[in-house]
């Protein structure tokens, strides 16, 4: 799978997503790079960190899509991604508790 692809959607690629596209690849490696991933995110400017948001919230987009074609790798990347993106951020983007129908 193009993780890379996935985060950039049609913007250019950002340092960070190396990482995560190492944490995808290999999950075992996350709890390892979940600070230098943090650490990270704190220096870019406000511009970047929401082009960076916006690729977290493609790999979610993404999960929910094709979940049904792989259980296993929709749970990994909605986990990684919802993880950095509550770290980072506090909460997530997109709550899906706010989308429940009532």
Do not use: W
Request: charged residues 25%; contains cysteine.
């Amino acid at each position: 799978m193009d993780y890379l692809a996935i985060l950039c959607g049609k913007e250019e690629s950002l340092p960070i997503y190396a990482d995560i596209v190492t944490c995808l690849e290999d999950l075992s490696k996350f709890p390892c790079y979940i600070e230098p991933i943090y650490r990270q995110a704190l220096t870019m400017n406000e511009t970047v960190l929401e082009k960076f948001r916006f690729g977290l919230l493609r790999l979610q987009i993404y999960s929910e899509i094709f979940r049904n074609n792989d259980m296993q790798e929709s749970q990994k990347m909605k986990f990684i991604s919802e993880m950095i993106e509550r770290t980072i951020f506090g909460g997530l983007f997109i709550d899906r508790e706010n989308f429940a129908p009532e």
